[in-house]
């Protein structure tokens, strides 16, 4: 076994202990479990970042050579960006819903097969700049996944008057909202810039605009429901289980995108 | 005769409230009445711990007998013309310190686990110290049932989740809302139980409007609880601006309609509702819980949370009393070592003293000594006395740290009979029954009887 195949497994695993432990605070509310739960996100974050260092020095890849190196740099910031925000809005009880986000794009990365670098003519200034916003995007909207989540489940909960056992440990629908709407309101202007910068490349070099691939098509989608929930929070109101639907729905859009995109590399295509 | 920690008590558990009422004492009464029963003579120790649900006096004393005569003489002279005698119970020795740690710990409380009466044993244990009727014995129960109540919350369920409607509405409201500040609540109508529920949601900080028909009522109540009156013809116009409404009304049929309140909702937009219907029969349609960002609890959803909180409280109970039988033997382990102490430390001043008694015989014979060969005699004889006590202290010590409490004190008092000990503890009566308000110097003396005991451990090891 490799050392980076080692230190790979090492960080799954880290992953998956960390959303057990996340798991069984929420549904038993146990404090030693969540302390559990955050050490060992720590270590699987320092085993990723040692991950992608060794690829760059040993492989001579940097984080964004192909589909599947930004897929483990995505995971990476989906980690970090939890364990600070759960630090200052003091909602670890959500790592039950994003560890599992972190550990699967991560293992999604081990499928790794004979992708084909990007082209020298597709590489410009311009792609680390797309790589860049799209990924800081979409890990915005993977934590307002997370609280729009843990929103339903509160919500339902609180209508099924089933207020005692387990999921007691969820945040109130209040805090979840206004912290969903924060990230998404983070998400959203990135995320358009991603798609902006997206366009403006594909048009030059030749594209056409008008032609959508699959994996584009998702990523409209996305930008469509995330529009649709800050536009209706603004004109209308909007908040609660609509928007945390909608959030949900672009979230996963735009993790259908990188699965579009997913598939065309290994396509080849 | 040995002295021991001794509970008298009246509780909820069998004691009628017109009894219990009699009993109830403020601070300054406790003081007095402290003060008296201790000066009666009987009690060594005593605190007097009197709540709206149970009057319990705990004391030590070497005379049971007198000491039960003046304490229910205590209890009948306040209860009077009532006679309490049936409704007492008594508890000796660890069954008396197992009912505190209980007691401390919500285990005995009238609510499974409410939090209240740990406050309460403090004050009646502060309250006693500042009388000066507390000593090594009582000190130590308390401050070790008070560590055994913290136990008991941190490590059970035994005080986890609200059982009080108002406590249950006010987590509801935060499990919508979380911070309370600001939040505006909305009674409608009026009674004892909305009003506790309105009160704990603005001691958090909320805002609150009161709605009632008569208006004389409902400026009352808003002055009593810092909020502000409105007319029931505002109703609509409130509940559009509310965040938690509270409804109690004596009103036949719905004040808050399914109608009215696909109204209000239009008019709030997205903003979630909560409301608390306490009246029976109801006073919030139930199809309202329907509606959009609306939540609505009657008395039944509140009661079931409650019930099943409870239930977790119950099954948490079980945990909670091994926890206190754990205590409780380790507080008898401590019992056993404060008689063997002294009784070490008087065992080793026995043989001393004969030691050098012989020494000093043997002096005139041995003619003069140079300093060196003084020396070599004087370590001659401490070696003696090590030796010679060394295999019985180490099994006397063996002995009280094993096993049950109370085990080892045969052997204690075997050997204070065979060698005519005469050892005086907290945990035995003094020789001279007189009575003084506090043992206040038998912690010094213990601590002087460990540091003895301590220093002759050492020298045993040396030599």
């Known amino acids: 076994m490799g050392l980076l195949t080692l230190i790979f497994s090492l960080t799954g695993l880290a992953y998956a202990a960390s959303c057990g432990l996340f798991f069984v605070h929420l549904t038993r509310g146990k404090e030693s479990a969540v302390r559990g739960g955050t050490r060992l996100l720590a270590a699987a974050i320092a085993t990723h970042a040692a991950y992608l260092a060794g690829d760059f020095l040993l492989e001579n890849r940097d984080p964004t050579a192909d589909i599947y190196q930004v897929l483990v740099l995505l995971s990476l910031l989906i980690s970090v960006a939890f364990l600070l925000s759960m630090r200052r809005a003091r909602l670890s ?27 020298e003519g597709v590489r410009s200034a311009l792609l680390p700049v797309h790589i860049a916003v799209n990924v800081l995007g979409i890990v915005a909207f993977a934590l307002a996944f997370a609280t729009a989540v ?37 998400g959203f202007p990135l995320f358009t810039l991603g798609m902006v910068s997206g366009s403006f490349w594909a048009v030059k070099l030749g594209g056409d605009p008008t032609h959508l691939t699959t994996g584009q098509g998702f990523a409209v989608l996305a930008w469509v429901f995330f529009a649709g929930v800050l536009l209706s929070r603004a004109a209308a109101g909007w908040r609660g289980r609509r928007a945390a639907i909608g959030t949900m729905l672009g979230f996963l859009c735009s993790l259908a995108a990188l699965g579009g995109y997913l598939l065309r590399s290994a396509g080849g295509s | 005769m040995t002295r021991e920690i001794r509970v008298y008590g009246l509780s909820h558990h069998g004691t009628p409230v017109s009894v219990r009422e009699r009993l ?26 009197s709540t709206c649900n149970r009057v319990e006096v705990v004391a030590t004393t070497s005379d049971a007998r007198e000491a039960r005569r003046q304490v229910l003489g205590y209890f009948n002279q306040r209860a009077a013309p009532e006679r309490v005698e049936s409704y007492v119970y008594e508890y000796d020795g660890l069954e008396a310190v197992k009912h505190l740690f209980r007691v401390a710990s919500g285990l005995d409380s009238m609510v499974l686990g409410e939090p209240q009466i740990l406050g309460q044993v403090k004050e009646a244990y502060a309250t006693a110290t500042k009388v000066g009727s507390t000593g090594t014995l009582l000190s130590r129960c308390f401050d ?29 409201a935060e499990k919508i809302f979380g911070d309370l500040v600001r939040r505006r609540v909305l009674l409608v109508g009026a009674g004892k139980m909305s009003e506790a529920a309105a009160r704990s949601l603005t001691a958090r900080g909320a805002e609150l409007t009161v709605v009632n028909r008569n208006p004389e009522r409902a400026r009352s109540l808003a002055e009593a609880c810092g909020g502000r009156p409105r007319p029931l ?17 004596a009103k036949e049929g719905y004040v808050i309609t399914h109608e009215l309140m696909q109204g209000v909702v239009k008019m709030r937009k997205f903003r979630q509702l909560f409301l608390i219907d306490i009246a029976v029969p109801r006073d919030i349609d139930p199809r309202v819980d329907g509606l959009r960002n609306v939540f609505l609890y009657d008395m039944d959803d509140l009661k079931r949370v409650s019930h099943a909180n409870m239930s977790a409280r119950e099954r948490a109970a079980s945990d909670a009393e ?16 404060l008689e063997l102490t002294p009784t070490i430390v008087a065992l080793r001043n026995r043989v001393r003293e004969v030691v050098l008694r012989e020494k000093d015989k043997a002096l005139p014979r041995l003619g003069s000594l140079d300093a060196r060969q003084a020396k070599a005699l004087n370590g001659l004889c401490e070696s003696i006395v090590n030796q010679l006590l060394h295999a ?72």
């Not at chain 1, 969820?170 to 924060?182: A, H, I, N, T």
């Not at chain 2, 091994?322 to 070592?337: C, F, M, N, P, R």
């Not at chain 2, 020789?431 to 220093?455: F, I, N, Q, W």
């Open chain 1, 93 to 119: 009880v959500l790592g039950a819903f994003i560890t599992p986000i972190a550990l699967v794009l991560f293992l999604s990365a081990g499928l790794r097969g004979s992708v084909p670098p990007v082209p």
């Open chain 1, 150 to 186: 843990a929103y339903v489940i509160q919500e339902k909960l609180l209508r099924s008057k089933q207020v005692v056992g387990t999921f007691q440990r969820l945040p109130s629908l209040d805090v979840l909202d206004s912290f969903g709407l924060k990230l998404v309101t983070i």
């Open chain 2, 24 to 49: 109830a004492s403020g601070e300054h009464r406790v003081i007095d009445d402290l003060g008296r029963l201790v000066d009666g003579g009987a009690l060594d120790e005593g605190v007097l711990l």
């Open chain 2, 144 to 172: 070790r049932s008070f560590k055994v109540a913290k136990r008991v919350r941190s490590e059970t369920g035994l005080a986890a989740g609200n059982v009080s409607i108002s406590s249950i509405a006010c987590e509801l």
């Open chain 2, 233 to 249: 013809e505002a109703l609509a116009t409130e509940l559009a601006e509310a965040d938690v409404v509270i409804s109690s009304t």
């Open chain 2, 322 to 337: 091994a926890i206190i039988g754990q205590e409780v033997a380790e507080y008898g382990k401590w019992l056993d070592s």
């Open chain 2, 392 to 463: 019985p202290l180490t099994r006397l010590k063996q002995d009280s740290s094993s096993g049950e409490p109370g085990d080892g004190m045969a052997l204690v008092e075997a050997v204070q009979e065979l060698f005519a000990l005469d050892v005086d503890t907290p945990g035995r009566a003094a020789p001279d029954p007189s009575k003084s308000r506090a043992a206040a110097g038998e912690r010094e003396s213990m601590a002087e009887a460990s540091s003895e005991l301590a220093t002759a451990e050492s020298r045993a090891r040396r030599s």
